[in-house]
């Protein structure tokens, strides 16, 4: 391995994406929450889904924040360093990139001031309208930008043209490829997962620390539904996603499944060391003859080996299976605490159990881990492909030098440790203590014309407790 | 279609883009820019409210800058990031600090709050000369082979890209105390005054030596504006000679308004003297969308795909100016002199 200015971008691609999909795979899902919250509040009137609504929105505002700057880097980064992908497939790619900033972008940015700012300068349906409008866009952008990926994922409808590069034969093609329906699916659910596992973490370290008010008790009723009906559903779409990439990308699944021969009858590997030198995996655990029922196909059929491909033509392989083992693991642990919740909502016994509120405290990040494991078993396992069969990643980088990306990837590591942990310490600050009776609007000081909505808000004057204003 | 080509329409539509990027994020980022000649900490509070509710809206043409380059002109997309790697990773990196200074001061306590104002101005300035060594890169071309860049990491630091560094930190300078003098009341309205009347005048003069220098890069520019080191072309440096003229006139009336009581104007000109720099630089460069190798009809994507971003592109522009006027609408007025960010 050389440290040239591929690897060095490959890296620096892998570490700043990385980073960027921690915030959108929580606002997304935190968005409609929002909505969701601010709906049931218009049509209940009852304060504590307001309470909800204020505290969450802080923390939306803090994560979205820091999600636009680091996205904003995403949008010049296949230029500065992937330049020569840019110039082949500029021409269809980036369409659909450009519409997600046309169509969401914007979107979201504008009616997020009203949502953070408009409090007491709109009215309460207009409110309610641009949060809306915040959560549509962030849903907005999870399609096109899952388009776009999908595209490189199972590209189709192109061709060549004169000057070489590529141009769209057919643009619905383009944008609905094999890969994309299940993948927009299996984001934007684990977006929501991911936040309602966060939520239901915020709010079991409230009732741990005996604050049992009705806006902690109810945000994780509404946790646990979303973790026992949703975290099933996403294991269907997962299977589906992996049906789709059996047909069109055998080589990832092969590397997922930690299959090295093909044939009939494949195992399911539980646990192992995938082994490139030696073609096999080491320690192996594995249920012998249920990977064909697992797939859904005859046991008779044959499956996809990875020693089918030469050596070059292999993802890493290590890396794909771990990563998917990961993601795996972590739906379970949500799914297993869906379940254990609902089983403890019907017992009565929900806001008192100790143990579980433990244990969604421990599982709040999981659907990070799960977000982030999920995405490197898809792009590590589509290597040494950037769009499959058609451009290897190799041939995609810019003309720079090793030492600008070397400087670049760790400037950005600075950065982005400083900013994260800033944000993150802000983020843990407020959730730890947590949303309650009179919680305050997102700008509670501010003193504009038209209080038309504050008005209708009478316990918003209480100084709220959590505030830690300094200044 | 209509006998113009795709790729004009979409040259022009790419620096209306790009220019309403720069007179919309470049007020909030003057903002940041004057951070640190504001009073007292409740006097940046009133520069952040009177910014905070759009700025995002704002940055976003930025991203639009990049997406919609590379979905229209990928080869001028491809070609021109290489060649100004350093400046576009210093301006990110930048606009990472002054955006997430919004929401962070406001959560940070006594040291958090210091360290994420002076990050919000650090980094607006930071970015506002990132983007002005990107501007003097840009215009002073670099060089390429095939559409590849074949120069040196640090080519776009020049005598020349200094020079316009400098004119457009001012020039956001000016935006940002313009936009002020419109949102503004009290003792900060009336430094806002101040400091939009210097600022008229150094951005006057930043913007002929920068006009000056851009004179000396490219003999094309030279035959355009009719001017070189010996002799003057009468005729053809008349037919330019009123974009200086009106840029002049400009200055003067900006340095006139920001003293009188107009709210709006000073910022209406402000964008005007833009807006003569802007098509100045047009007369200099066009028709090169790299400048002296490649044109837009060379660097374009595909008819198809310039044709469906037409039609996408036509529609969803309407409906954000819609929305953006609404937004601007719902925060219209002064900042309250006792406001703070939330």
Redesign the interface.
């Given at each position: 391995m050389e440290w040239d200015a591929l690897l060095l971008s490959r890296i620096q691609f892998a570490f700043t994406i990385g980073f960027h999909i921690i915030f959108p795979a929580f606002t997304i899902g935190l968005a409609s929450y929002l909505a969701v919250l601010e709906g049931l509040w218009l049509i209940t009137r009852r304060d504590h889904f307001k309470n909800l609504y204020l505290f969450w929105v802080k923390i939306f505002?803090?994560s979205f924040?820091?999600g636009?700057?680091?996205?904003?880097?995403m949008?010049?980064q296949?230029?500065?360093n992937w330049?020569?992908f840019?110039?082949y497939?500029?021409?269809?790619i980036?369409?659909l990139?450009?519409?997600?900033?046309?169509?969401a972008?914007?979107?979201e940015?504008?009616?997020?001031?009203?949502m953070?700012?408009?409090w007491k300068?709109?009215g309460p349906g207009l409110h309610f309208f641009s949060t809306c409008?915040v959560a549509l866009g962030t849903l907005i952008s999870a399609f096109w930008i899952l388009a776009a990926n999908s595209w490189m994922q199972t590209p189709q409808g192109f061709a060549v043209?004169r000057d070489g590069?590529l141009?769209?034969t057919d643009?619905l093609d383009v944008i609905f490829t094999p890969s994309f329906p299940s993948r927009l699916l299996h984001m934007t659910l684990a977006a929501y997962l991911t936040t309602a596992m966060v939520v239901a973490g915020a709010a079991a370290f409230g009732l741990l620390r005996g604050r049992a008010n009705a806006e902690n008790r109810t945000s994780l009723r509404m946790a646990v539904l979303m973790m026992a009906f949703v975290a099933p559903l996403q294991f269907v779409l997962g299977h589906e996603s992996g049906m789709v990439a059996l047909e069109h990308q055998p080589a990832k699944v092969a590397a997922m499944e930690g299959w090295w021969e093909e044939g009939p009858r494949k195992p399911t590997v539980l646990v192992g060391w995938p082994d490139e030198k030696s073609e096999s995996n080491r320690f192996e655990i594995a249920i012998p003859e249920s990977g064909n029922f697992i797939f859904g196909v005859p046991a008779e059929q044959s499956l996809p080996g990875l020693k089918k491909y030469e050596a070059s033509e292999r993802p890493p392989v290590a890396m794909t299976f771990w990563a998917f083992r990961i993601m795996v693991g972590m739906g379970v642990v949500m799914l297993a605490l869906g379940v254990w919740g609902l089983v403890a909502w019907l017992a009565k016994r929900l806001d008192g159990a100790r143990l579980y509120h433990r244990a969604l405290v421990l599982a709040a990040p999981s659907g990070f881990v799960a977000v982030l494991a999920g995405w490197i078993a898809a792009e590590v396992g589509r290597q040494p492909y950037v769009i499959y069969g058609v451009m290897r990643t190799a041939e995609a980088v810019?003309?720079?030098?090793a030492?600008?990306v070397a400087?670049?990837l760790l400037?950005?590591m600075i950065?982005?440790a400083i900013?994260f942990s800033?944000?993150a310490l802000?983020i843990l600050?407020?959730m730890g203590a947590g949303p309650g009776p009179g919680e305050e609007t997102?700008?509670?000081?501010?003193?504009?014309?038209g209080d038309m909505l504050a008005a209708g808000l009478a316990p918003t004057a209480k100084i709220a407790p959590t505030s830690?204003?300094?200044? | 279609m209509f006998g113009v080509e795709l790729s004009l329409i979409w040259a022009v539509l790419i620096a209306l883009a790009v220019f309403l990027y720069v007179v919309l994020d470049g007020f909030d980022l003057g903002v940041g820019i004057l951070f640190p000649f504001a009073k007292d900490s409740k006097e940046r509070d009133q520069m952040v409210a009177a910014i905070a509710p759009v700025w995002d809206g704002n940055e976003t043409w930025l991203v639009l800058g990049g997406g919609g380059l590379l979905a229209t002109f990928p080869k001028a997309y491809a070609a021109l990031m290489p060649a100004l790697y350093i400046p576009i990773g210093l301006m990110l990196m930048a606009l990472i600090f002054r955006g997430v200074a919004f929401e962070f001061r406001h959560h940070g306590r006594q040291r958090g709050k210091r360290f994420w104002t002076i990050a919000f101005a650090g980094g607006s300035i930071a970015a506002a000369i990132s983007q002005g060594f990107v501007l003097g890169g840009f215009i002073q071309g670099s060089d390429f082979l095939e559409g590849r860049f074949i120069g040196f990491p640090f080519d776009w630091l020049t005598p020349f890209s200094c020079v316009v560094a400098v004119g457009l930190t001012l020039g956001y300078g000016l935006l940002g105390a313009t936009w002020l003098i419109f949102k503004t009341e009290g003792a900060l309205l009336e430094r806002a005054r101040k400091w939009a009347r210097r600022l008229a005048i150094a951005v006057g003069l930043a913007m002929a030596a920068v006009s000056l220098a851009t004179l000396a890069l490219n003999e094309l520019v030279t035959e355009r504006w009719g001017l070189s080191m010996y002799q003057i072309d009468w005729p053809t440096f008349a037919r330019v000679a009123p974009l200086p003229i009106l840029a002049a006139v400009l200055v003067a009336l900006i340095w006139r308004a920001a003293a009188g009581r107009h709210a709006l104007r000073p910022y209406l000109l402000s964008i005007t003297l833009f807006a003569t720099a802007y098509a100045g630089l047009a007369v200099s460069l066009w028709p090169f969308i790299v400048p002296y190798v490649m044109t837009p009809a060379d660097a374009a994507a595909p008819d198809n795909a310039l044709a469906l971003m037409l039609a996408g592109a036509l529609p969803l522009l309407l409906l954000i100016f819609a929305y953006t006027f609404y937004v601007y609408w719902v925060f219209r007025g002064k900042v309250a002199a006792d406001a703070s960010y939330h």
């Amino acid at each position: 391995m050389e440290w040239d200015a591929l690897l060095l971008s490959r890296i620096q691609f892998a570490f700043t994406i990385g980073f960027h999909i921690i915030f959108p795979a929580f606002t997304i899902g935190l968005a409609s929450y929002l909505a969701v919250l601010e709906g049931l509040w218009l049509i209940t009137r009852r304060d504590h889904f307001k309470n909800l609504y204020l505290f969450w929105v802080k923390i939306f505002a803090l994560s979205f924040g820091m999600g636009v700057v680091s996205g904003v880097v995403m949008s010049y980064q296949f230029g500065t360093n992937w330049s020569a992908f840019s110039a082949y497939a500029g021409g269809v790619i980036g369409p659909l990139l450009a519409f997600e900033v046309l169509a969401a972008f914007f979107l979201e940015a504008s009616f997020l001031g009203i949502m953070l700012f408009g409090w007491k300068r709109v009215g309460p349906g207009l409110h309610f309208f641009s949060t809306c409008m915040v959560a549509l866009g962030t849903l907005i952008s999870a399609f096109w930008i899952l388009a776009a990926n999908s595209w490189m994922q199972t590209p189709q409808g192109f061709a060549v043209g004169r000057d070489g590069s590529l141009v769209a034969t057919d643009w619905l093609d383009v944008i609905f490829t094999p890969s994309f329906p299940s993948r927009l699916l299996h984001m934007t659910l684990a977006a929501y997962l991911t936040t309602a596992m966060v939520v239901a973490g915020a709010a079991a370290f409230g009732l741990l620390r005996g604050r049992a008010n009705a806006e902690n008790r109810t945000s994780l009723r509404m946790a646990v539904l979303m973790m026992a009906f949703v975290a099933p559903l996403q294991f269907v779409l997962g299977h589906e996603s992996g049906m789709v990439a059996l047909e069109h990308q055998p080589a990832k699944v092969a590397a997922m499944e930690g299959w090295w021969e093909e044939g009939p009858r494949k195992p399911t590997v539980l646990v192992g060391w995938p082994d490139e030198k030696s073609e096999s995996n080491r320690f192996e655990i594995a249920i012998p003859e249920s990977g064909n029922f697992i797939f859904g196909v005859p046991a008779e059929q044959s499956l996809p080996g990875l020693k089918k491909y030469e050596a070059s033509e292999r993802p890493p392989v290590a890396m794909t299976f771990w990563a998917f083992r990961i993601m795996v693991g972590m739906g379970v642990v949500m799914l297993a605490l869906g379940v254990w919740g609902l089983v403890a909502w019907l017992a009565k016994r929900l806001d008192g159990a100790r143990l579980y509120h433990r244990a969604l405290v421990l599982a709040a990040p999981s659907g990070f881990v799960a977000v982030l494991a999920g995405w490197i078993a898809a792009e590590v396992g589509r290597q040494p492909y950037v769009i499959y069969g058609v451009m290897r990643t190799a041939e995609a980088v810019s003309p720079v030098g090793a030492g600008q990306v070397a400087g670049s990837l760790l400037a950005y590591m600075i950065v982005y440790a400083i900013v994260f942990s800033a944000g993150a310490l802000y983020i843990l600050r407020l959730m730890g203590a947590g949303p309650g009776p009179g919680e305050e609007t997102p700008h509670a000081r501010d003193r504009g014309p038209g209080d038309m909505l504050a008005a209708g808000l009478a316990p918003t004057a209480k100084i709220a407790p959590t505030s830690s204003q300094s200044e | 279609m209509f006998g113009v080509e795709l790729s004009l329409i979409w040259a022009v539509l790419i620096a209306l883009a790009v220019f309403l990027y720069v007179v919309l994020d470049g007020f909030d980022l003057g903002v940041g820019i004057l951070f640190p000649f504001a009073k007292d900490s409740k006097e940046r509070d009133q520069m952040v409210a009177a910014i905070a509710p759009v700025w995002d809206g704002n940055e976003t043409w930025l991203v639009l800058g990049g997406g919609g380059l590379l979905a229209t002109f990928p080869k001028a997309y491809a070609a021109l990031m290489p060649a100004l790697y350093i400046p576009i990773g210093l301006m990110l990196m930048a606009l990472i600090f002054r955006g997430v200074a919004f929401e962070f001061r406001h959560h940070g306590r006594q040291r958090g709050k210091r360290f994420w104002t002076i990050a919000f101005a650090g980094g607006s300035i930071a970015a506002a000369i990132s983007q002005g060594f990107v501007l003097g890169g840009f215009i002073q071309g670099s060089d390429f082979l095939e559409g590849r860049f074949i120069g040196f990491p640090f080519d776009w630091l020049t005598p020349f890209s200094c020079v316009v560094a400098v004119g457009l930190t001012l020039g956001y300078g000016l935006l940002g105390a313009t936009w002020l003098i419109f949102k503004t009341e009290g003792a900060l309205l009336e430094r806002a005054r101040k400091w939009a009347r210097r600022l008229a005048i150094a951005v006057g003069l930043a913007m002929a030596a920068v006009s000056l220098a851009t004179l000396a890069l490219n003999e094309l520019v030279t035959e355009r504006w009719g001017l070189s080191m010996y002799q003057i072309d009468w005729p053809t440096f008349a037919r330019v000679a009123p974009l200086p003229i009106l840029a002049a006139v400009l200055v003067a009336l900006i340095w006139r308004a920001a003293a009188g009581r107009h709210a709006l104007r000073p910022y209406l000109l402000s964008i005007t003297l833009f807006a003569t720099a802007y098509a100045g630089l047009a007369v200099s460069l066009w028709p090169f969308i790299v400048p002296y190798v490649m044109t837009p009809a060379d660097a374009a994507a595909p008819d198809n795909a310039l044709a469906l971003m037409l039609a996408g592109a036509l529609p969803l522009l309407l409906l954000i100016f819609a929305y953006t006027f609404y937004v601007y609408w719902v925060f219209r007025g002064k900042v309250a002199a006792d406001a703070s960010y939330h």
